[in-house]
Antibody, heavy 119, light 113 residues
Framework: QVQLQESGPGLVKPSQTLSLTCTVSGGSITRGSYYWTWIRQPAGKGLEWIGRIYTSGSTNYNPSLKTRVTISLDTSTNQFSLKLSSVTAADTAVYYC???????????WGQGTMVTVSS | DFVMTQSPDSLAVSLGERATINCKSSQSVLYSSNNKNYLGWYQQKPRQPPKLLIYWASTRESGVPDRFSGSGSGTNFTLTINSLQAEDVAIYYCHQYYSIPRTFGQGTKVEIK
């Protein structure tokens, strides 16, 4: 059974770059017609889609974050990553990685990792 | 962007009664070439990630109890929880996967009356 797990620093200073990794276990990241997604949720608030990457390397980003976001894929380690530059307190949130498809949208999620932006 | 608006923001329902949550999209999420609505429903319990309940507006994800059902088409959708159980206390989100950026409703909190 495919599982996802986020990892990365829980505290990032303002203006720096937030970097997270999602490790996919229980199956190859290249298997099937899936894409790999990052979604975030500020405390007590709703869900915001950050972007996605296909195994081809093709990406789509939320226009609201596009200038600051990079999502990449490493098939050799079965991982995909998120980089968000020039962070501010508004980027403080729980960050989730998820598997997506055109049929069942986001069907498998990681447990989430809390990232706080503070000096 | 597709704006997803849920109503109500919260509701309290007695155990065993029905809960109904509405979701309205600012644009149609019905793809004419396959007649499918690109609309999903998620359940999120405290300190947990969202869990997929419904996709294609009305198809239950494997393992989801049949008291959960989805309906609607185009821009108006409903999630119904029949015979509410204590474990159904959660926040429910609708989500469109028709267009980029993917967007979610603001969430509806379901509690026990």
């Amino acid at each position: 059974q495919v599982q996802l797990q986020e990892s990365g620093p829980g505290l990032v200073k303002p203006s720096q770059t937030l970097s997270l990794t999602c490790t996919v276990s229980g199956g190859s990241i290249t298997r099937g017609s899936y894409y790999w997604t990052w979604i975030r949720q500020p405390a007590g608030k709703g869900l915001e889609w950050i972007g996605r990457i296909y195994t081809s390397g093709s990406t789509n980003y939320n226009p609201s974050l596009k200038t600051r976001v990079t999502i990449s894929l490493d098939t050799s380690t079965n991982q995909f990553s998120l980089k968000l530059s020039s962070v501010t307190a508004a980027d403080t949130a729980v960050y989730y990685c998820a598997r997506g498809s055109g049929d069942r949208t986001f069907d498998i999620w990681g447990q989430g990792t809390m990232v706080t932006v503070s000096s | 962007d597709f704006v997803m608006t849920q109503s109500p923001d919260s509701l309290a329902v007695s155990l065993g009664e029905r809960a109904t949550i509405n979701c309205k999209s600012s644009q149609s999420v019905l793809y004419s070439s396959n007649n499918k609505n690109y609309l999903g429903w998620y359940q999120q319990k405290p300190r947990q990630p969202p869990k997929l309940l419904i996709y294609w507006a009305s198809t239950r994800e494997s393992g989801v109890p049949d008291r959960f059902s989805g309906s609607g088409s185009g821009t108006n959708f409903t999630l119904t929880i029949n015979s509410l159980q204590a474990e159904d206390v959660a926040i429910y989100y609708c989500h469109q996967y028709y267009s980029i950026p993917r967007t979610f409703g603001q969430g509806t909190k379901v509690e026990i009356k």
